[in-house]
Nanobody
Framework: QVQLVESGGGLVQPGGSLRLSCAYS????????MTWLRQAPGKERELVAD???????TYADSVQGRFTISRDNARSTMFLQMNSLKPEDTAVYYC?????????WGQGTKVTVSS
């Protein structure tokens, strides 16, 4: 069984930075596709960034150039470095792992960008 725990959220001013972490418990992290998604109040959940086991990354247009997804396979942890944060980045951020057609989700960590 896989468990995912996000951390690192909080309140930050516009233009600031945060680093989110997703700790993965279980086997096969290194071959799992890992994804960050977010859900803003009143909106649908949306893809933020994605990274394969080989380290290939994709980003939503809205975060390209500001956010960086990475993973440490030795520590079974995924990260999201968020820079130049905007109020519209306010959301609950979730991590997801995908492998062999099975998805696992974390509980989410809240990010609020406000002055």
């Amino acid at each position: 069984q896989v468990q995912l725990v996000e951390s690192g959220g909080g309140l930050v001013q516009p233009g600031g930075s945060l680093r989110l972490s997703c700790a993965y418990s279980g086997n096969f992290f290194s071959i799992s596709r890992m994804t960050w998604l977010r859900q803003a109040p009143g909106k649908e959940r949306e893809l933020v960034a994605d990274i394969t086991g080989d380290g290939i990354t994709t980003y939503a247009d809205s975060v390209q150039g500001r956010f960086t997804i990475s993973r440490d396979n030795a520590r079974s942890t995924m990260f999201l470095q968020m820079n130049s944060l905007k109020p519209e980045d306010t959301a609950v951020y979730y991590c997801k792992s995908s492998r062999w057609g099975v998805n696992y989700w974390g509980q989410g960590t809240k990010v609020t960008v406000s002055s």
